[in-house]
C-alpha cells in the first residue's frame, strides 16, 4: 500500500502517540487493564486475513476493562494530534460500543487519555503528564542550533 506524504507523517506521529501514551498507563495506572489493538492499514490481502481471524473495521486504539464484579469497559481511539475526525468506520464502532453501554472517547494527547481515565472513575499514581516530541531529529537538531545562535 502506498502513502502520501501527509498520510505517513500521520501514521508516525500516531505511533508516537500510541507508545506514549501506553508507556504513561504502564506507569501511572499500573493496576488498570488495558490492551492495545493494532488495526494498522494493509493491503487487500491482508484485510482478508484480518477480518477471517476478527478484525473490525473501526475499533478503536484501546480496549479496558475493570470492576470485575459488575463488569465495566471503555474504548479509547487514538488520534494524531490536530485531527480530531472519526472514519464513518470508527463512527460506528463507537455507536456500536455506546448501544452495549461501554464508555468511549476520542484523544489525541496523553493528557486527554489521562483526564478520561481519571473521569471514568480511576485513580492515578501522578497527575503529571509529559506529551511526545514529535519533532524530527533534524527539527531538534535546527531549534538547538536557533537556541544558541547569537542574536
Not at 21 to 30: A, D, G, Q
Not at 71 to 84: Q, R
Request: aromatic share 14%; proline share 5%.
Amino acid at each position: 500500500m502506498q502513502f502520501t506524504t501527509d498520510e505517513k507523517t500521520r501514521q508516525q506521529l500516531e505511533f508516537i502517540l500510541h507508545v506514549a501514551v501506553v508507556e504513561h498507563i504502564r506507569n501511572c495506572f499500573p493496576g488498570l487493564f488495558f490492551l492495545h489493538i493494532p488495526n494498522r492499514p494493509g493491503d487487500a490481502t491482508d484485510g482478508f486475513f484480518k477480518q477471517k481471524m476478527g478484525a473490525k473495521k473501526g475499533a478503536s486504539d484501546l480496549l479496558f476493562s475493570w470492576n470485575f464484579g459488575k463488569l465495566e469497559v471503555g474504548v479509547i481511539e487514538l488520534k494524531a494530534p490536530g485531527i480530531k475526525t472519526l472514519s464513518n468506520d470508527q463512527n460506528k464502532f463507537f455507536s456500536y460500543v455506546d448501544a452495549l453501554g461501554w464508555r468511549h472517547a476520542l484523544c489525541d494527547s496523553i493528557r486527554k487519555v489521562h483526564d478520561t481515565l481519571v473521569r471514568w472513575g480511576h485513580k492515578p499514581q501522578y497527575d503529571t503528564v509529559t506529551e511526545p516530541d514529535y519533532r524530527s531529529d533534524a527539527q531538534k537538531k535546527q531549534d538547538m542550533y536557533d537556541f544558541y545562535k547569537p542574536i
